[in-house]
């Protein structure tokens, strides 16, 4: 390990160690409540500003670990290299690393920090001033941080266990976090059993994996252990691969492992339920996309069982969000469904990447464009990059969302989508908003979720058209379901703009809540602005990415 | 020790005690009613895993002290689970105890 | 020594035995009723497991998991029993209501387990009869701990620091001069 290349995993440590300053900032402020340092420094302010220095950072090493992978991968088109990534860390004497910071990571990463701020302010809306224990709040919000952005890069089975228990378990205890509150309590107990039983089952695949794979912990090693042993033919390899896709299912949420979602959503506390959904979900999707490109994918996809345990999974997931979202009148559980949806329209997109690893034969990170032109010349540039821009559009339209409903909800007092009528008369800035946030969500043009959609499908219809037809469908599916949903989403939109609700005053929102939602805002509006750099980036991002680090000899 | 303890037996007992604790945990959680109930269900399946870790890491023909390694990773996640549920079912039970219910389900399933 | 024919080893004995108390354990900790007899089976099949992992020449790994699990997790979780004794009573996540239903899906499972992961003809290629005397003590574990482990080594001690910050929020009893 090239010892400079500490600082591409500096975001994550910068946030652990601001965590640890917030904490104790915390305890200082209350020796002294009234005066002392909370009066000039308050905790809930440091701690979102510590996170916009983390963001960054982040921010510098997505534009770094960009330039490395360009050089490495020059380097191996100069024959210097075996192979494209130097950015693993932690490397092993084999030659495998525990962290894998490559440009998918790192843009992931940035997703997850860029997730966490947006939800501090939303936190410091939702919780005001007066919030129990806001210092420890803030921390393990930050700590949590810190899970989801170690976890893009895992690409260790050791690794990968430890860094999707720590997200969790700092979820459970977030999702607890309103202690006098019953519903909130038992939010985290159904999350904390279910998400411990599915872990386990998870490890259970994870020791069959390290055993057949011949003892190995590495992805990148597993996977060769995986291709040459025939392991992954028996059915000992088919256990492994789908007990531990278990356990990363229950973290996206996918549908036979979804029944925590709903009720965890409505008890949490709604900026704990706006992390879970959006910076949980992005941790959970960068692991399995890792996994299932690096791992499960010996031969070609369309002879993979799992691969069509995914294909039903992620068809099931959008039609169970949507048709059940129809029915909520809690507009909390009416996001938390969608989000199911959501993240089978993403899914999609990870099927279609599986899809162009095994047909490719190349992992994520062929050298340069005449490598992949050799490979085919059919498969540039928008096709994979989909899942990536569904995130980046996802976090800002989900967070928005969640922030306009904790702002009207804190005033309201309630979250049920009849107290939305009307609500263009008492702010027009909310309901417009709002409106934005749904109808991008809905995937209508000219939004950031539109974009989206448009890559995740139109990557999957190009794919599908090559030979595997049941990527088209999936995208069928998928714009069906998004015609579903824009049903369910824009009855808000009616609620809010073309009905009469009690005449009550004004509803004004706290300057956090405010600065979120018009972040969110000028994102989701932006992003089509910006398509062209942000499909260059993220697909710079893709094909500079290597899911396995194999180091150079060089690097060992 | 000149030849190994386990002698004359193959893994596949380990593998089959490993699978036997699997399936009583899964069969625990399915039919326990309180959340220690579960709890301890769940311990049943991270050991599960963890035998058939060890067994895979000295079984193997290169054997992998890795195995014992992530063993004690398991381990170590599993008492900061175990106190994080505890903590919350103590959290539910303060809460609970002045209010004599026999269900604290508030939420439709 | 022979049996009806067969030759057993001494260290076969030990495992039918050592085994034979870690499933029954098992299946008391989900049968009795009881929650702290239970938690106290766990720690039963807790030693139990100790004992195997003995067997396959791990023992540090043996020793690791009487103090830790044995000693830590399962006074934490009997500890726990005492405090919320009420709890227990409760039930709210139940998902299979006919035992005799649950009992055969765990059932099925296991057979399936067996045929694929326990007997698989395939795994017996890749093993060795007997399990490795060499590099499985402390040492190798220290050693691999510290380089090829070094990550998750430390990240596991923030993610310690991060769970005991959260288990004692939610487990504090709040006094009322805190907001």
Redesign the interface.
């Known amino acids: 390990m090239h010892i400079g290349h500490i600082i591409l995993i500096s975001p994550a440590i910068w946030m652990?160690f601001a965590?640890?300053v917030v904490?104790l900032l915390g305890v200082v402020a209350a020796k002294r409540p009234d005066k002392g340092l909370d009066h000039y420094f308050p905790t809930q302010y440091a701690a979102p500003l510590f996170t916009a220095i983390g963001l960054l950072l982040s921010g510098a090493v997505v534009w770094w670990s960009l330039m490395l992978a360009g050089v490495t991968s020059q380097a191996a088109i100069n024959g210097e290299a075996t192979s494209v990534s130097a950015t693993g860390?932690?490397v092993?004497?084999?030659g495998h690393a525990?962290?894998t910071v490559d440009p998918f990571a790192a843009v992931i990463s940035f997703i997850a920090l860029a997730g966490t701020f947006i939800v501090m302010l939303i936190s410091l809306e939702h919780f005001g001033e007066?919030?129990?224990?806001k210092a420890?709040y803030y921390?393990?919000l930050m700590?949590a941080a810190?899970a989801a952005s170690?976890a893009a890069a895992a690409s260790?089975?050791?690794?990968i266990?430890?860094?999707i228990?720590?997200l969790s378990?700092?979820s459970?205890?977030?999702a607890?976090?309103a202690?006098?509150d019953?519903?909130s309590?038992?939010a985290?107990?159904?999350y904390?059993?279910y998400g411990?039983?599915c872990s386990?089952?998870m490890?259970?695949g994870?020791?069959?994996l390290?055993?057949?794979t011949?003892?190995?912990?590495s992805l990148s090693a597993i996977a060769a252990g995986f291709t040459i042993?025939?392991?992954a033919s028996?059915?000992?390899g088919?256990?492994a691969i789908v007990f531990t896709l278990v356990g990363l299912g229950f973290k996206l949420a996918l549908v036979p492992f979804h029944f925590w979602a709903p009720?965890t959503y409505?008890?949490a506390p709604t900026p704990v339920t706006a992390f879970l959904s959006v910076v949980s979900k992005a941790a959970g999707l960068a692991v399995i996309v890792r996994f299932l490109t690096v791992v499960a994918t010996p031969g070609s996809a369309g002879t993979l069982a799992w691969y069509w345990i995914l294909v039903v999974l992620t068809t099931l997931s959008m039609f169970y969000g949507n048709l059940v979202a129809i029915w909520q009148r809690n507009i909390k559980r009416m996001l938390a469904y969608s989000s199911i949806a959501q993240v089978g329209y993403i899914m999609v997109g990870v099927l279609t990447a599986m899809h162009v690893f095994t047909r490719s034969g190349i992992l994520m990170g062929a050298p340069d464009a005449s490598v992949r032109a050799n490979i085919s010349d059919k498969l540039l540039p928008w096709d994979i990059q989909g899942v990536l821009i569904y995130l980046l559009a996802y976090l800002f339209m989900n967070l928005g969302a969640f922030a306009v409903v904790i702002a009207v909800g804190n005033r309201l007092g309630s979250d049920s989508i009849d107290n939305y009528a009307g609500l263009m008369k008492r702010s027009p800035f909310y309901a417009s908003a709002l409106a934005v946030f749904l109808v991008s969500l809905a995937g209508i043009p000219p939004t950031a979720g539109f974009l989206g959609k448009f890559f995740i499908f139109g990557g999957a219809i190009k794919i599908g058209i090559l030979g595997s037809p049941e990527l088209v469908v999936l995208a069928a599916i998928g714009v069906v379901n998004s015609i579903i949903s824009a049903y369910y989403y824009l009855n808000v939109v009616r609620l809010m703009f073309f009905t009469e609700g009690e005449c009550k005053p004004s509803i004004v929102g706290s300057a956090a809540a405010n600065v979120a939602i018009t972040i969110s805002l000028v994102l989701t509006l932006g992003l089509i602005v910006f398509a062209k750099p942000v499909s260059d980036l993220t697909a710079k991002a893709v094909y500079t990415s290597s899911p396995a680090s194999v180091t150079t000899p060089a690097e060992r | 020790m000149s030849h190994s303890l386990a002698y004359g037996i193959p893994i596949s007992w380990f593998l089959t005690v490993g699978a036997m604790l699997f399936c009583i945990g899964l069969f625990g959680m399915m039919v326990r009613r309180s959340a220690i109930g579960m709890l301890l269900s769940i311990e049943l399946m991270l050991n599960a895993a963890n035998i058939n870790l060890v067994a895979f890491g000295s079984y193997l023909k290169l054997p992998s002290i890795a195995g014992q390694v992530f063993a004690i990773f398991v381990i170590t996640l599993a008492a900061a689970e175990a106190a994080v549920g505890l903590a919350i079912v103590i959290n539910i039970y303060r809460n609970e105890q002045h209010i004599d219910a026999d269900k604290i389900s508030v939420m439709k399933m | 020594m022979h049996i009806f024919g067969l030759f057993i080893t001494g260290y076969q004995v030990a495992f039918v035995a050592v085994a034979g108390l870690t499933v029954l354990a098992a299946v008391g900790v989900v049968l009795v009723p009881n929650i702290l007899r239970a938690a106290l089976c766990l720690g039963v099949m807790l030693m139990g497991v100790a004992g195997l992992y003995a067997l396959m020449n791990a023992p540090f790994l043996a020793v690791v998991q009487v103090m830790i699990y044995v000693g830590a997790i399962t006074t934490m979780i009997i500890l726990a029993v005492f405090l919320s004794n009420r709890v227990m009573k409760i039930g709210f996540f139940q998902a299979v209501y006919n035992p005799l239903l649950a009992a055969a899906a765990a059932g099925v499972m296991f057979l399936f387990l067996l045929v694929t992961v326990a007997n698989s003809v395939w795994v017996q290629g890749i093993v060795e009869k007997t399990p490795a005397t060499k590099d499985v003590g402390v040492q190798s574990v220290a050693t691999a701990l510290l380089q090829p482990y070094v990550f998750p080594f430390e990240l596991a001690s923030v993610v310690l620091l991060a769970v005991l910050i959260g288990a004692v929020v939610i487990a504090k009893e709040d006094t009322a001069d805190e907001s």
């Open positions: 652990a965590a640890i904490l860390l932690f092993t004497s084999g525990q962290l007066h919030q129990a224990h420890e921390t393990l700590f810190v170690l260790d089975l050791i690794a266990y430890l860094l228990e720590f378990m700092v459970y205890i977030l607890a976090y202690k006098t019953r519903r309590a038992e985290g107990l159904k904390f059993l411990a039983a386990a089952i490890l259970y994870m020791s069959l390290f055993g057949i011949g003892g190995n912990t042993g025939g392991a028996s059915g000992i088919w256990v009720d409505e008890g």
